[in-house]
Structure formats: structure tokens, C-alpha cells
């Protein structure tokens, strides 16, 4: 008897050009690509790009950088990122210097991180750069139509860094079932909205929504608010394993 092993399809190698580039925080500068071949770039929101950069690693080989894509599935041969210039950090450095033209190798897209078509109330929690891939799930499902909630709590330090807010808040007002909610760490004095990580929200969120249906969560961003927030959901929110779904970038 032969046992078939599935393994996801490898993902694919193209050449893309960085054809233009904007700070969009202070820490955070947004690049977008374009795939050398013209071909459209076909991913589902949610999926990322590994990045192949000419600098080597500490084993001589060229540098991989993950990026979870933020633009919206359009059938265009361009595709944005957002990427946090982290101190010290080798890759994001190298990326947000690099010039309009600069021309690299890309695996993807890549990943399982979906928004559940058919799954009830939405919680998406994020920090920093983690909403990027909250972009597509977020339009995607609002073209889609229906009325489950979407709740977006995002995790920022003050309001410079809060990355798509004039987006989220546009899309907010026009859509009842979504809710964005900014949490700020270090907010100035007469910011009337939540404040400290979203640790401390995610719970009451969850509770909230668990009324309107069986809820799911998509969180991202580093491993440590990832796991708060997955301990908290799990051990005083009820959620099961299934209900929760997680994008390290760390
Ligand atoms: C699936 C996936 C998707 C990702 N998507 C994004 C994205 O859309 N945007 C993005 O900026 N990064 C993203 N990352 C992180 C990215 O791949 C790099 O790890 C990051 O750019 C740091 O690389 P570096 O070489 O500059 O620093 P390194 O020297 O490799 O790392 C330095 C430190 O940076 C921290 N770090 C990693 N990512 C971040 C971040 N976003 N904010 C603050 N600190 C961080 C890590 O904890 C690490 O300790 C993603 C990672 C994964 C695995």
C-alpha cells in the first residue's frame, strides 16, 4: 500500500522591480513592486513574499526577508509591502534604503493565513506592520457583502504610527459591521480613545463578539503580543485552537 504525502505546491520564483516607495510612518516606509515579467500577481490576502536581498547571511548565503503582502488582489502585476526599518536589523535596513529600480527575486506568495469565508464575527489584532495583511481580508470580505461583524483592534505606540488609519476609519464609516478600534501605548494626552496593548482589549472584544456568533481571530505581528493575546482568548475567552489564527513575524 502506498501512502500519498500532500505537501503545498512550491511557491514561485519571479524577478520583481521596486517602482516606487513611501514613508508612511516614521519607522515604516511602503514598497511597491512590480514582477519584471508583467504578469499579474495572483495571491490570496492574507499570503507573503519572501524577499531574496543581494547582501549574504552569516552561512554566505543571500539574505530572506519575509513580508506579509498589504495591497488588495487586483489582477495587477503590482503588489505593496510596508516594511518596519527595525535598529540594527540587517534586511529592513538594506530594504528601506534601497532605490526606486532596484530589481530583486521573489518566492511567493506563501503562507495559510485566511480569513475563513464562511467563519462567523471577526477579531483582527495587530501591531505595527501586523496589519498589512488585514488590508486584503478586510476588503475582500467587505466586497463579499454580508453583515458578520469585522473588528480590527490595532496596536500602535502614538498616532504617527498608526499605519492605513484614514483608510480603516473611511472604510469604518461606510460599513456598519466594521469596527476599528486604535489602541495607543504612548498616546498624547487628549487622545480619547483605548489605550496600552491590545493585551488588555482583546479579551473584552472577544467576550463582545462571541455574543453576535462563534468568533474567529486572526492575529499578527510579534511573537509575544501573539501569544498574550492567544493565552488570554484561549484561558478566559473560551476560544478553541481552531477559532484562532496566528502570523508570527518574529
Ligand atoms: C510571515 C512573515 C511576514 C512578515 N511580514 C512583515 C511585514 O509585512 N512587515 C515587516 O516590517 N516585517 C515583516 N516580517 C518580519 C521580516 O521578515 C523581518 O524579520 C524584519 O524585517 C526584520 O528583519 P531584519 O533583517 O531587518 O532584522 P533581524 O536582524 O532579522 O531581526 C531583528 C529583530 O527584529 C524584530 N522584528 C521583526 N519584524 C519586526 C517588525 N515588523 N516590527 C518590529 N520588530 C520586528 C525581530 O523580533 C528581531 O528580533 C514578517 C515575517 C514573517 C515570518
Redesign the pocket.
Known amino acids: 500500500m502506498t501512502s500519498e504525502v500532500h505537501r503545498p505546491p512550491l511557491p514561485e520564483t519571479f524577478e520583481a522591480t521596486l517602482v516606487g516607495t513611501r514613508p508612511v510612518t516614521p519607522r515604516v516606509k511602503e514598497l511597491v513592486f512590480e514582477r519584471a515579467d508583467g504578469q499579474p500577481f495572483t495571491f490570496r490576502s492574507g499570503q ?1 513574499v519572501s524577499l531574496v536581498l543581494p547582501i549574504l547571511d552569516e552561512k554566505d548565503r543571500p539574505l530572506r ?4 503582502v ?1 495591497s488588495v488582489p487586483s489582477g495587477s502585476p503590482r503588489f505593496e ?4 526599518r ?1 535598529d ?6 538594506w530594504l528601506t534604503d534601497a532605490p526606486v529600480g532596484t530589481r530583486l527575486e521573489v518566492k511567493g506568495p506563501q ?1 495559510m493565513f485566511h480569513r475563513l469565508a464562511e467563519a462567523g464575527p471577526s477579531l483582527f489584532v495587530a501591531t ?2 501586523g496589519v ?1 495583511p488585514f488590508r486584503g481580508m478586510i476588503h475582500d470580505a467587505l466586497a463579499a457583502g454580508g453583515d458578520t461583524p469585522l473588528w480590527v483592534l490595532f496596536g500602535v505606540r502614538s498616532p504617527a504610527d498608526a499605519l492605513y488609519r484614514e483608510e480603516f476609519e473611511a472604510l469604518e464609516k461606510a460599513h456598519p459591521r466594521l469596527r476599528f478600534m486604535l489602541s495607543m501605548s504612548r498616546p498624547p494626552p487628549e487622545w480619547t480613545g483605548l489605550r496600552g496593548y491590545v493585551q488588555t482589549h482583546a479579551l473584552g472584544l472577544w467576550k463582545e463578539l462571541a455574543k453576535q456568533g462563534r468568533p474567529h481571530a486572526y492575529i499578527c505581528g ?1 511573537k509575544k503580543m501573539l501569544l498574550e493575546v492567544r493565552e488570554v482568548l484561549k484561558k478566559e475567552g473560551g476560544a478553541e485552537r481552531q477559532q484562532l489564527h496566528l ?4
Open positions: 507573503w526577508r519575509a513580508y506579509s498589504a509591502l510596508v516594511v518596519t527595525v540594527g536589523g540587517r534586511g529592513s535596513t503562507g505595527g506592520t498589512a510579534v502570523e508570527s513575524y518574529d
